[in-house]
């Protein structure tokens, strides 16, 4: 098993927040930021704020992703940072 961590400040174009890996993750996404209306959407490659779910501030999501997946994010208002935590089922 393998832990991978990062920070990743978003705006409105799409940033990978989780490469894909050989095997399945289990991946937990926090909303770092405590301001309201201060959203980070999650997708693929060509996510939007109008195309996908959002993480509230102080929230955290967790999701599985398959082996050769990946995650993408961006922000509304620019600027926010997405936590990552992901467990990689070697």
Sequence with gaps: MAIYTAQHTLGTVAVRIVPPSTQPQEVHIHNMTKSS???IFLGNSDVSDTNSIHIDPGETIQIVLQPSQDLWGVSD?????AGVLAVRKD
């Design 77 to 81: 208002p620019s600027g926010l940072i």
């Design 37 to 39: 209306n201060e959203y």
